[in-house]
């Protein structure tokens, strides 16, 4: 009997029901020689301190290094404490039984650092010794499954991806066990104050910028606008220097009502440029990319985007959501056209599919170079049905990107008008000539929403203009923005350095804080240590995410860039680097990041009264 083993069990029913499998049993489905079973996510997790003997929380056992990692079965709690989930017991009878009567063995876990390491423990901790084939889609489509298990691979092939994640779990461990006690204990043992390798970083992020905000002194300026007459167009020109002093400015400004009033030509045109610029579409999505693209779009969080993404690609209507990629290989490509033609029907999209079938598509999504384990997300080419409006939503972002990722270019005129009147001016527009990829959503071009004119009239240098109105400005200099979700992720790309460029940011995913698959969950997790809130949609830290940070915010545990290099070495380790070397600097780091917390949170436990969120008026 070939045993197929899934991540959960409504994965596993679906392959059943492709291979015609429908014999119910408890806990898996039997037919055509073959029995599917599953996991339910992680069954089995790193085991606690007291199993190494370190037992309660004491100064003199850290840091808790054990020389060898023990697995555990997924506990839950009750009114007993922490118990053993007994569902997750059976089950692993279950998989015991069928894995000593399998002839043959085949791993159908989601096929990423993740699913290898959930079919690896349960692995290990059975004591299982038979050899394995993997099963590596990126698809759930029939088709997709069918030819996936006409090309298993061999178990070994993925050997180094284990490595990497278990890792990941043991390095996840040592730090936020160690790092945790240490804080909890210096604090005097009031409450539990978690930190880990990705979340107190991240925390660090969220509790700056918010008191970058909180501490901005707002700086009044002035600008100086005028309002020019081109045969009765009228437009606008601001003075392109910002004057701090009002007197300064009160003085220009006289010089200007001079001249307006002086003369019927008040403005002197010094200056025309008109330059084309092509814009590029974007790359396909990633699963980070459409996160931020459905918190701006609809607010979702990241943790709904990655549920209905996951639900989407159950259905077969989508490509695996947990990819790091988005590019595709030329092999991918050859089925985008018939995916674009299939389209024409859409109610939104249709006129813009018709279109891309009659020109040659753009290729920039397209580098088999760029694609790691799975490729961009894209839709598969099925037809949805009864889907809920989230799900349609999520759904039509994926449908859209693909369609502007293979249009043609945005191509815009910018143009910039020079005024000399007592001083100098500057007008702005930008025109688009032709809408290219923006066309998909038809929505406003983010370069025009701050401009002050939707159009610039057709002017000459020398030419001389009337100026009917003209006006002092006094403004104030502002903050950053707080972070939301699609800020934040987009931030932990690049482990917090700002950088706009998409290709940029996205060649230093691999040095990000976390995974495209984690983010969400970070987020999540901070939010349930209440040590940050959602307010509207920003992310605000509460008073007991600020005390943390205040502790932290000078320790390598709150360096967003070390653990963004630790990501790295984690993909590193996937290409056959060292585990060895990686364990070596984990444990030394364990050991310094324990010994700074041991002294620094004396005086914490008075500052933790009920979490509140901090506001920012």
Same mark, same amino acid.
């Given at each position: 009997?070939?045993?197929?083993?899934?991540?959960?069990? #409504?994965?596993?029913?679906?392959?059943?029901?492709?291979?015609?499998?429908?014999?119910?049993?408890?806990?898996?489905?039997?037919?055509?020689?073959?029995?599917?079973?599953?996991?339910?996510?992680? +069954?089995?997790?790193?085991?606690?301190?007291?199993?190494?003997? &370190?037992?309660?929380?004491?100064?003199?056992?850290?840091?808790?290094?054990?020389?060898?990692?023990?697995?555990?079965?997924?506990?839950?709690?009750?009114?007993?404490?922490? !118990?053993?989930?007994? %569902?997750?017991?059976?089950?692993?009878?279950?998989?015991?039984?069928?894995?000593?009567?399998?002839?043959?063995?085949?791993?159908?876990?989601?096929? $990423?650092?993740?699913?290898?390491?959930? &079919?690896?423990?349960?692995?290990?901790?059975?004591?299982?010794?038979?050899?394995?084939?993997?099963?590596?889609?990126? /698809?759930?489509?029939?088709?997709?499954?069918?030819?996936?298990?006409?090309?298993?691979?061999?178990?070994?092939?993925?050997?180094?991806?284990?490595?990497?994640?278990?890792?990941? #779990?043991? /390095?996840?461990?040592?730090?936020?066990?160690?790092?945790?006690?240490?804080?909890?204990? /210096?604090?005097?043992?009031?409450?539990?104050?978690?930190?880990?390798?990705?979340?107190?970083?991240? +925390?660090?992020?969220?509790?700056?910028?918010?008191?970058?905000?909180?501490?901005?002194?707002?700086?009044?300026?002035?600008?100086?606008?005028?309002?020019?007459?081109?045969? %009765?167009?009228?437009?606008?020109?601001?003075?392109?220097?910002?004057?701090?002093?009002?007197?300064?400015?009160?003085?220009?400004?006289?010089?200007?009502? =001079?001249?307006? #009033?002086?003369?019927?030509?008040?403005?002197?045109?010094?200056?025309?440029?008109?330059?084309?610029?092509?814009?590029?579409?974007?790359?396909?999505?990633?699963?980070?990319?459409?996160?931020?693209?459905?918190?701006?779009?609809?607010?979702?969080?990241?943790?709904?985007?990655?549920?209905?993404?996951?639900?989407?690609?159950?259905?077969?209507?989508?490509?695996?959501?947990?990819? %790091? #990629?988005?590019?595709?290989?030329?092999?991918?490509?050859?089925?985008?056209?018939?995916?674009?033609?299939?389209?024409?029907?859409?109610?939104?999209?249709?006129?813009?599919?018709?279109?891309?079938?009659?020109?040659?598509?753009?290729?920039?999504?397209?580098?088999?170079?760029?694609?790691?384990?799975?490729?961009?997300?894209?839709?598969?080419?099925?037809?949805?049905?009864?889907?809920?409006?989230?799900?349609?939503? !999520?759904?039509?972002?994926?449908?859209?990107?693909?369609?502007?990722?293979?249009?043609?270019?945005?191509?815009?005129?910018?143009?910039?008008?020079?005024?000399?009147?007592?001083?100098?001016?500057?007008?702005?527009?930008?025109?688009?000539?032709?809408?290219?990829?923006?066309?998909?959503?038809?929505?406003?071009?983010?370069?025009?929403?701050?401009?002050?004119?939707?159009?610039?009239?057709? !002017?000459?240098?020398?030419?001389?203009?009337?100026?009917?109105?003209?006006?002092?400005?006094?403004?104030?200099?502002?903050?950053?923005?707080?972070?939301?979700?699609?800020?934040?992720?987009?931030?932990?790309?690049?482990?917090?350095?700002?950088?706009?460029?998409?290709?940029?940011?996205?060649?230093?995913?691999?040095?990000?804080?976390?995974?495209?698959?984690?983010?969400?969950?970070?987020?999540?997790?901070?939010?349930?240590?209440?040590?940050?809130?959602?307010?509207?949609?920003?992310?605000?830290?509460?008073?007991?995410?600020?005390?943390?940070? =205040?502790?932290?915010?000078?320790?390598?545990?709150?360096?967003?860039?070390?653990?963004?290099?630790?990501?790295?070495?984690?993909?590193?380790?996937?290409?056959?680097?060292?585990?060895?070397?990686?364990?070596?600097?984990?444990?030394?780091?364990?050991?310094?990041?324990?010994?700074?917390?041991?002294?620094? $949170?004396?005086?914490?436990?008075?500052?933790?009264?009920?979490?509140?969120?901090?506001?920012?008026?």
């Amino acid at each position: 009997m070939k045993i197929v083993i899934a991540e959960k069990p #409504s994965v596993g029913r679906e392959l059943a029901k492709v291979f015609g499998a429908t014999t119910k049993k408890d806990g898996y489905i039997e037919g055509k020689g073959y029995s599917f079973t599953w996991a339910f996510g992680h +069954l089995l997790q790193l085991a606690p301190p007291q199993e190494y003997g &370190f037992i309660g929380w004491r100064r003199q056992h850290l840091p808790m290094l054990p020389k060898k990692f023990k697995l555990a079965i997924r506990k839950i709690k009750t009114k007993d404490g922490l !118990v053993e989930d007994p %569902g997750v017991r059976k089950q692993l009878d279950i998989i015991k039984k069928l894995f000593d009567e399998a002839t043959e063995i085949i791993v159908a876990t989601d096929a $990423g650092r993740e699913g290898e390491l959930i &079919f690896r423990y349960i692995y290990y901790f059975l004591k299982c010794k038979k050899p394995f084939k993997r099963l590596w889609i990126s /698809s759930q489509t029939d088709e997709a499954i069918k030819e996936g298990f006409r090309n298993l691979k061999p178990g070994t092939d993925y050997d180094t991806l284990f490595n990497s994640a278990h890792c990941r #779990s043991e /390095s996840d461990w040592l730090v936020g066990m160690n790092a945790t006690q240490a804080l909890s204990i /210096s604090a005097g043992n009031r409450s539990v104050l978690s930190l880990g390798r990705v979340q107190t970083p991240t +925390l660090a992020m969220i509790c700056s910028r918010y008191l970058e905000i909180k501490n901005f002194v707002p700086q009044l300026y002035y600008q100086l606008a005028i309002q020019l007459d081109k045969d %009765g167009q009228l437009f606008k020109a601001i003075s392109v220097n910002n004057f701090d002093k009002k007197e300064e400015a009160e003085e220009v400004f006289a010089k200007i009502m =001079d001249v307006a #009033s002086g003369t019927p030509n008040g403005g002197k045109i010094v200056g025309v440029e008109a330059k084309p610029r092509k814009e590029p579409p974007p790359l396909l999505h990633d699963l980070s990319s459409l996160q931020q693209e459905a918190n701006k779009r609809k607010g979702f969080t990241a943790d709904q985007t990655l549920n209905l993404l996951q639900n989407l690609y159950e259905r077969k209507l989508v490509t695996y959501p947990r990819t %790091g #990629s988005r590019y595709i290989g030329d092999d991918v490509f050859a089925g985008v056209p018939n995916l674009i033609a299939q389209l024409k029907v859409h109610p939104d999209f249709g006129k813009q599919a018709e279109f891309l079938t009659t020109i040659a598509l753009n290729k920039r999504s397209v580098n088999a170079k760029k694609v790691t384990d799975h490729h961009a997300v894209l839709p598969t080419g099925e037809t949805p049905y009864q889907l809920s409006s989230d799900q349609q939503a !999520v759904y039509d972002m994926v449908v859209g990107r693909m369609l502007e990722a293979f249009h043609q270019e945005c191509i815009k005129e910018i143009t910039k008008i020079s005024v000399e009147a007592g001083s100098l001016f500057v007008a702005n527009g930008t025109v688009i000539r032709s809408a290219g990829w923006r066309s998909v959503f038809n929505e406003t071009d983010d370069e025009k929403k701050d401009e002050e004119n939707p159009a610039l009239p057709k !002017v000459k240098k020398g030419e001389e203009l009337p100026i009917p109105n003209k006006a002092l400005l006094e403004k104030q200099t502002k903050p950053k923005a707080m972070y939301n979700e699609a800020s934040l992720l987009k931030a932990l790309e690049t482990s917090g350095k700002d950088i706009e460029d998409e290709e940029l940011r996205y060649a230093m995913k691999d040095s990000g804080l976390g995974t495209p698959a984690t983010r969400a969950a970070i987020i999540e997790t901070l939010i349930s240590r209440e040590y940050i809130a959602r307010e509207k949609r920003n992310l605000v830290p509460t008073q007991k995410g600020l005390a943390v940070y =205040d502790v932290v915010k000078d320790h390598k545990i709150a360096q967003a860039e070390l653990t963004g290099q630790w990501e790295k070495r984690l993909e590193e380790i996937r290409s056959g680097a060292s585990v060895a070397e990686f364990k070596a600097e984990i444990t030394d780091y364990t050991r310094a990041i324990t010994n700074e917390l041991l002294q620094a $949170g004396s005086g914490l436990a008075e500052k933790f009264v009920a979490p509140a969120v901090q506001k920012v008026e």
